[in-house]
Nanobody
Framework: QVQLVESGGDLVQAGGSLRLSCAAS????????MGWFRQAPGKEREFVAG????????LYADSVKGRFTISRDNARNTVYLQMNSLKPEDTAVYYC?????????????????WGQGTQVTVSS
């Protein structure tokens, strides 16, 4: 089993920045890819960004390209999401996910482990 704990969510004004962290523990050697998803009230969970653990290949949703950056620190078993130029539409609960498959995928069903989520609220 793998446990994921997110942190860094907060209330921020539009145009501001936040950095989310996700620390993994347990059988972390089995993780091959990590990702961030978000879910706003009344909406489905959507892919935000993902990164492969070994090579560091990344994938971003079109809505966050150029504004968000995903990175990893394998020594700390931690993945980060740097969010800049935040918009009110970025408001959501952000979830960290870890998978054991090959490559980054946008499908939530491809990820095996999930964190509890952290709230990001962007005010206009």
């Amino acid at each position: 089993q793998v446990q994921l704990v997110e942190s860094g969510g907060d209330l921020v004004q539009a145009g501001g920045s936040l950095r989310l962290s996700c620390a993994a523990s347990g059988r972390t050697f089995s993780i091959t890819v990590m990702g961030w998803f978000r879910q706003a009230p009344g909406k489905e969970r959507e892919f935000v960004a993902g990164i492969t653990r070994s090579v560091g290949n990344t994938l971003y949703a079109d809505s966050v390209k150029g504004r968000f950056t995903i990175s990893r620190d394998n020594a700390r078993n931690t993945v980060y999401l740097q969010m800049n130029s935040l918009k009110p539409e970025d408001t959501a609960v952000y979830y960290c996910a870890a998978g054991t498959g090959y490559g980054v995928t946008v499908r939530p069903s491809a990820y095996d482990y999930w964190g509890q989520g952290t709230q990001v609220t962007v005010s206009s």
